[in-house]
């Protein structure tokens, strides 16, 4: 297998592993001698059953899901469950809870104004941007909140949850979209766990979402069939034609995440390559600025800034002559990003390193 030398810091979609992505070459023509590719197979079929049953036991197995949780694999990705969150846990009279701490989070409470009445902001406004999540002792959460609302990893902003937010009993949602599988998680504390694929899982086209099941059952009287969660439990995610090929690619990503360590190898993974990265951050004398508070800072998307910010332009392309893409910051912040999912190695994120300080010597 012939493998591009490029390494894709991308935000999403981002990069896989290698021999994930060999294995489904090896079956795109035909999958497992039946004749057909993978991407011909019928969702009713035996052969797509099997991945996708063998998909659901993997990630529970990763993230050890109890038995009364449902998982989901959905089409229309995250930003469809941003309807379909108050849609079917609140009612049109109700009061919701959102931790706005980034773009992704700000959209969610957007959305979810068009189908619940009281959306109640719970953090203080950010006096200079998201660049910090603020302490529990300035939220103002709500006693009779039906839900709360909060994303673990705001992938623009490059701000990430240490902990689990402690909301006195009331059910706690979590958009893990950019740091889905990089860490154990206790799935218990939750009531949905929810996010796009195309970070850490695999292709883009398909949402996981993984939901209590006494939280079922309750959805708006004007909820669309496709965003009804207890329909498509009810089916197994195929009460119409699923994203099948997504289904198989993340199914091969589960069991590639199993087979080298799970998720407690790759937390260590990424404390490590984000612990290298900030330090080389930190460490420049002010040539490179990390513009987010150190104990809220991503291990998923690190963004920082140069001193002379002219020079950004130059950084992405001389970066870019290397095999170093992707690295430019999200188009409403600017400056540089660099996303390290599970896929990146330490080793990538060392040639990063060695990148930057020797741009430095060159134009500091």
């Keep these: 297998m012939t493998m591009s030398k490029v390494i894709n810091f991308a935000a999403g979609p981002a990069k896989l592993p290698p021999t994930v992505l060999a294995k489904a070459q090896a079956e795109l023509l035909d ?17 797509f059953t099997k991945i996708i049953k063998d998909a659901e036991a993997d990630i529970r197995e990763l993230m050890a899901i109890p038995d009364n949780y449902s998982i989901l694999f959905l089409q229309g990705g995250a930003t469809t469950n941003f309807a379909a969150l108050p849609l079917n846990l609140a009612g049109p009279e109700d009061t919701v809870d959102y931790m706005i701490t980034g773009s992704w989070s700000k959209k969610a409470a957007e959305e979810a104004t068009k189908y619940v009445k009281n959306v109640n902001k719970v953090l203080p406004k950010p006096a200079n941007g998201f660049t910090e999540i603020p302490d529990k002792s300035e939220w103002s959460l709500s006693p009779d909140a039906k839900y709360v609302y909060y994303c673990d990893n705001e992938t623009v902003h490059g701000v990430e949850f240490s902990t689990v937010p402690e909301t006195n009993g009331v059910p706690l949602i979590a958009d893990m979209s950019s740091n889905f ?11 949905v766990i929810y996010g796009g694929a195309q970070k850490n899982i695999g292709p883009a086209g398909m949402t996981i979402v993984i939901i209590r099941n006494d939280l079922l059952g309750n959805a708006q009287a ?51 390559k984000s612990g290298a990265l900030y330090r080389a951050i930190d460490g420049s004398d002010g040539f490179y600025r990390a513009p987010v508070e150190e104990k809220s ?8 800034r140069l001193s002379k910010e002219e020079l950004e ?15 430019k910051g999200h188009r409403s912040v600017g400056g540089i990003r660099a996303s390290i999912y599970n896929a990146i190695t330490e080793e990538e994120v060392s040639t990063l390193i060695d990148f930057m300080d020797e741009f430095k010597t060159t134009h500091a």
């Design 313 to 327: 332009p130059v950084f992405l392309e001389e970066a870019a002559k290397k095999g170093m893409v992707q690295l």
């Design 181 to 191: 599988l990089s860490r154990p998680v206790d799935v218990t504390k939750f009531a």
């Design 222 to 272: 004007i909820t669309p069939t496709m965003l009804d969660y207890s329909v498509m439990a009810k089916n197994g995610s195929m009460y119409n034609t699923p994203p099948c090929f997504a289904i198989y690619m993340a199914g091969l990503v589960f069991r590639y995440l199993i087979d080298n360590g799970g998720l407690a190898a790759y937390s260590k993974k990424s404390d490590a």
């Design 297 to 304: 800072r991503s291990r998923m998307n690190i963004p920082f």
């Design 31 to 47: 999958y497992e001698g039946c004749g057909m590719s993978v991407m011909e197979l019928s969702h009713r079929g035996k052969e």
